[in-house]
Structure formats: C-alpha cells, structure tokens
C-alpha cells in the first residue's frame, strides 16, 4: 500500500471536532494502550563526528526543563478530600509493614480507621510489590470485621491482583470462594477471571478457557459480556494474531447490544501494529471509520509508532501531518517514538529536526526523549554526540534515571566499547544512580562477546556485592560463550567462571 492510498483509512486533514467531542477525546489520553517507546540496541561502529544538533540548551538547562510524558497537570491533593485521606493511611499502613511489626498486628492497631476502601488500595500496592500473600491476609481479616459485607468488588480486585502475578490458580480458588459466600458473580468478575487467565504463560490454554468464559456469560443473564469483555478478548486475539479470532469477535460484536468504543479500536490496532501486523491494523482503522468512530490522540500515537517501527515513513509522516492539521495536540509519545525510529533507520536529521520542531513548539523534553536521542546517536555511530547528551544531563544535576544509564550503557556496547562502559559503569555511584538487574545483564553479554574477562570477573564480583542473583536465563544465554573462550593467564579461567554462573543460576 502506498501512502496515496492510506487516504481512504486516514482522510487528511481528520474531521473537525466540536469542543464537546474534543474534551471527551482528551479524557482518553491515559489510557493504557498510550504508546511508550522502547529502545532495542543493533550494532554500529563509533565515528567521532560531530554534526550540529540544533537547539541544546535543554540538555543542560535547570531541572524545570525536564518532565515527565505526560502534558496534563497535577492536582494538588486536598488535606480534607476523602480520597486523599485514604491513600494517607495506606501509606502509613504500609510504612508499618515490617518483619518486627507483622501486617495483622498493624491492621489489628488502626481497625477503628479501616474500611473497605483502605483495604482496596493495600491489595493495590501489595500487588504492586509482589505480596499477594499478604493480600490474601488482609482479605481474611475484612471477612472478621463487623462492617465488612462480601461484594462482587472485593472479588474483582482479588482476582484481577492475583492474575498479574500469575497466581491462577489462587485467581479460581477466590472466584469458588465468592460463590460460596452466596454471591452471584457479574461481568466484571467474569472480566477479572478472563484477565487472570490471559496473564499466564501458556497463552494457547488462556485464550481458549478466555473464550470458554465469554460463552459462559452470554447464558447469564446478569453476565452478558459488555464492551470491557469484548476489548480483552479482542486486544487477547489480536496479540495472539488470530486474525480470524479477532473478525469472529467484531461480528459478534456488532451483532450484540454493545457498541465499539475508542477503546476498542485503539486497543486491537496497538496489538497489531506491535506485531508489525499492518494491514490488519490498517483494516481495523476503516472499520474505525466506517462506524464514525473518531479518533483521539492515542489512535495517532499508535500509528505513528507502529509506522515508524516498520520504517513505512511516508505513512508515519502523513499521520502526523494530519495529527498537526487536527485539534488535537501531539505529545511527548509522539516525538520521542518518531526520533528513535528515524534513528533505528540512521536518518539522523530528520530526528535531529523532530526534536527541533518538538522544541520549537514549546514540548520540554523528558526523560524518555532524551534515553531516544541517546539510543538514536548510538545507532547512528555517533558516540561522542550520545555521550555528550549524557553528559549535559549529569552536568545540569538533575536525578539521573537507571533507564538513561542503561541507554548509555548500551551505546557504547553496541560500538564496541566496553571499556568506556566499564568506566562509566564505576561512575554510577558518584552521579547517584544504582545500577538495576537489566544493566547487569547488558554488561554481562557485552562483556562476553568482547572476550573481556577482567570485566567480565569484576562485574560478577559487583553482582554478588550489590546482592543481584539473576535467574537461569540470564546465565543460559552466555554460558555457552564463556565455556569457548580460551584461558588467559593471570586471569581466572573460563572453566572457573562458567562454574560461578552455574552457582548463580542454581542459587536463583
């Protein structure tokens, strides 16, 4: 498909929206298909040169400089708003948690304070810390409280946190157990169970007993699948590529009461594009059309990025031209999707002018747009322009994020420098950045594939100091390098090392 043809899907400029559509648009810019982009590292060698980047004041301007993704400003919280108030006691509730203090005993110290919308928010961010157990426990200890009355809420959230830990089994298990406290599950408790099984690894078992469930409401009167129903199953679908799958859910879809919402187009089209599935996206975006569905900013976003993954820049650059000739506004997504795909394809200046526009417009650059010019330089083979971003960034003292490490990292890695990443490596500490699991790991194959094993060797020391035991996998994908590489005198052997990353890997 050429881009003269994308005209039928994508109609340049979009339809003019009245204000009232335009704040209902807006209201979807959290949702959570809002692309985010990813950096891959691909090899290049280092060039010294340094060509003009327009405007860089930003990278070494005062931390007002630097945002987050997001454009929306913050409420400031009220003292006296409920909300606010609950979210306190949590995080005074989970400060408490502790192995001297046990989570009973804390819930047992405030019980005249607790309600069921505290309880809410600590199964919330005892998931969010991998404590499901304790989930389980403060659901125990609700169930013994005067004021508590079982409700399909409290199952919905037990079941949707148990499933993002892959706990299905436990997700079930508090499905029975609603049932037998007598009460009667409804579509979002369906919904949840969907979700939990979609989280598990085998996703051939997940996708049927999903389908198996979503035919099991339809015979429920109170159960009938709504339009959350159909989005999970068809982004599931979509994922998953069964395009027939996906088609079999649209006619059903259409054939039911329920409407298609922005949701669902969007989610189906993200799911595709990440698969490089572009004509089925494109697909989905007539059938968006053809049912006057109208797009919000996430819908470009998602174009935009799936486009610039293929390197289909024609299309990328007409979506985003009618993106500035519509009422919506672009955002940090936007640019910082376009600059590291220009780069992926080294078409250095036509990121470096995207990041010019995104300045000129006003757009303060964040973090991410700055880990996206980082990697751009790299892959570009132009180390000297990435590490001087990098430096800008330490140099205006703002927090330097792992994640930005981790970009730096990984360009000189991938120039084949592992000895400035090395140096930069033992500079962490002195810039306040502590090294994760994921900067371990690129090191780890960096430093194999060089056949460094000083470096190699100091960085299993750092990983057993800083208390970092990686699992099987980690190891599995170098251990086969390491056992080839020829012993060096003075140095540790390859037969030794390799027995240390057995013991890592079996200690995990």
Not at 198 to 223: N, P, V, W
Not at 317 to 338: A, H, I
Request: aromatic share 10%; net charge positive; proline share 4%.
């Amino acid at each position: 498909m050429n881009p003269a043809s994308l005209s039928h899907l994508w109609p340049v400029p979009v339809p003019v929206f009245e204000k009232s559509e335009m704040n209902s648009l807006q209201s979807h810019s959290w949702h959570p298909s809002l692309i985010r982009v990813s950096a891959h590292s691909s090899s290049a060698n280092y060039s010294g040169n340094q060509p003009r980047f327009p405007q860089l004041a930003p990278v070494t301007t005062p931390t007002t400089r630097i945002s987050r993704d997001s454009t929306r400003p913050r409420k400031k919280s009220s003292p006296t708003n409920d909300k606010s108030e609950a979210q306190e006691l949590v995080r005074l509730l989970m400060r408490k948690f502790t192995d001297k203090e046990p989570l009973l005993k804390t819930l047992n110290k405030y019980v005249k304070m607790v309600r069921t919308e505290h309880c809410f928010l600590l199964f919330e961010e005892l998931g969010k810390n991998d404590k499901w157990l304790q989930c389980l426990e403060v659901f125990r200890w609700m169930q013994k409280q005067r004021w508590y009355i079982a409700d399909n809420g409290v199952y919905s959230k037990l079941i949707s946190v148990m499933g993002k830990k892959g706990q299905t089994r436990m997700a079930m298990w508090l499905f029975t157990e609603m049932r037998n406290s007598g009460c009667r599950p409804d579509s979002s408790v369906y919904n949840a169970l969907i979700t939990a099984h979609l989280h598990s690894r085998d996703k051939t078992r997940a996708l049927a007993k999903a389908l198996g469930y979503f035919e099991k409401m339809k015979g429920i009167e109170r159960c009938k699948p709504n339009i959350v129903t159909y989005n999970i199953l068809l982004r599931a679908f979509a994922q998953a590529g069964n395009v027939e799958q996906v088609n079999s859910l649209f006619k059903d879809l259409d054939e039911s009461f329920v409407s298609s919402d922005i949701y669902t187009f969007n989610g189906v089209m993200d799911a595709y594009g990440k698969n490089g599935m572009i004509r089925e996206m494109e697909s989905v975006l007539s059938r968006m059309k053809r049912n006057q569905c109208k797009p919000d900013i996430i819908t470009f976003n998602l174009l935009i990025d799936s486009y610039g993954k293929r390197q289909e820049f024609d299309k990328m650059e007409q979506v985003y031209k009618s993106l500035l000739r519509s009422k919506l506004k672009p955002t940090l997504p936007t640019f910082n999707s376009m600059i590291l795909n220009y780069g992926k394809a080294r078409l250095r200046e036509k990121a470096e002018h995207v990041y010019k526009s995104m300045n000129d417009m006003g757009y303060k650059p964040s973090f991410i747009t700055y880990e996206s010019l980082i990697y751009m330089y790299g892959l570009c083979d132009n180390v000297s322009r990435a590490r001087e971003l990098f430096d800008g960034l330490v140099v205006s003292k703002v927090r330097i994020n792992v994640s930005t490490l981790n970009a730096m990292l990984e360009v000189y890695c991938m120039n084949g420098l592992p000895m400035e990443a090395d140096v930069l490596f033992e500079r962490a500490s002195s810039i306040q950045v502590l090294p994760d699991s994921s900067t371990y790991k690129l090191l780890y194959k960096a430093y194999t594939k060089a056949n460094m094993k000083e470096l190699l060797d100091k960085l299993l020391k750092h990983m057993d100091k800083d208390g970092i035991v990686p699992n099987k996998r980690f190891f599995l994908d170098a251990l086969g390098a390491i056992g080839s590489l020829p012993a060096k005198s003075g140095s540790t052997s390859a037969t030794t090392r390799s027995s240390r990353s057995q013991d890592f890997a079996k200690s995990s």
